[in-house]
T-cell receptor, first 110, second 114 residues
Framework: KQEVTQIPAALSVPEGENLVLNCSFTDSAIYNLQWFRQDPGKGLTSLLL?????REQTSGRLNASLDKSSGRSTLYIAASQPGDSATYLCATGTASKLTFGTGTRLQVTL | DAGVIQSPRHEVTEMGQEVTLRCKPISGHNSLFWYRQTMMRGLELLIYFNNNVPIDDSGMPEDRFSAKMPNASFSTLKIQPSEPRDSAVYFC????????????FGDGTRLSIL
């Protein structure tokens, strides 16, 4: 059974800092790994999807990496902004069934 | 393009009542997922459909929960009878199966059972 862990559970950083969120998973036989953002009272918004054959994906200030052999993924956020404050979840699994981590709650302060 | 639409957004009802949650997936998506999110257990997959057929309902907690997808544009999740421990946020998501495209989530239904 796939288990996904995210560290840290919460993080507070001043605006402008670069930061890294971590995700680890126990079963390396994955189809892809996805990073989502969740704002309070809202659903999840997809940020980046890394296919199992890929090592990283980039979108704007976000960069996600994948190391299947070690069961790890990181989400790098450059030059953080207050608008980045949200909970970030990673998820992985088969083509149809995702297992989610419990998320990292990020607060970017002025 | 309209996203995944869920209704109602909030539901408060008394223990023992029947609760029906509704979901309209994104047009053209052929996979639909129901999730439950709680503080204690995080986001859990309850059931998913592919081409309107239930594929995996192993996450459905017990017989009080049932889900249907009568057509490609509509799905329901029903709880009967409801219990206080069913209180959670229920999300519906849809995607194009096996295309390495992400799942798209609705804004959820916040359910409170008194």
């Amino acid at each position: 059974k796939q288990e996904v862990t995210q560290i840290p559970a919460a993080l507070s950083v001043p605006e402008g800092e670069n930061l890294v969120l971590n995700c680890s998973f126990t079963d390396s036989a994955i189809y892809n790994l996805q990073w989502f953002r969740q704002d309070p009272g809202k659903g999840l918004t997809s940020l980046l999807l890394i296919q199992s054959s890929q090592r990283e994906q980039t979108s704007g200030r976000l960069n996600a990496s994948l190391d299947k052999s070690s069961g790890r993924s990181t989400l790098y956020i450059a030059a953080s902004q207050p608008g980045d404050s949200a909970t970030y979840l990673c998820a992985t699994g088969t083509a149809s069934k995702l297992t989610f981590g419990t998320g990292t709650r990020l607060q970017v302060t002025l | 393009d309209a996203g995944v639409i869920q209704s109602p957004r909030h539901e408060v009802t008394e223990m023992g009542q029947e609760v029906t949650l509704r979901c309209k997936p994104i047009s053209g998506h052929n996979s639909l997922f129901w999730y439950r999110q709680t503080m204690m257990r995080g986001l859990e997959l309850l059931i998913y459909f592919n081409n309107n057929v239930p594929i995996d309902d192993s996450g459905m907690p017990e017989d009080r929960f049932s889900a249907k997808m009568p057509n490609a544009s509509f799905s329901t999740l029903k709880i009967q009878p409801s219990e206080p421990r069913d209180s959670a946020v229920y999300f519906c998501a849809s995607s194009l199966a096996r295309t390495n495209q992400p799942q798209h989530f609705g804004d959820g239904t916040r359910l409170s059972i008194l």
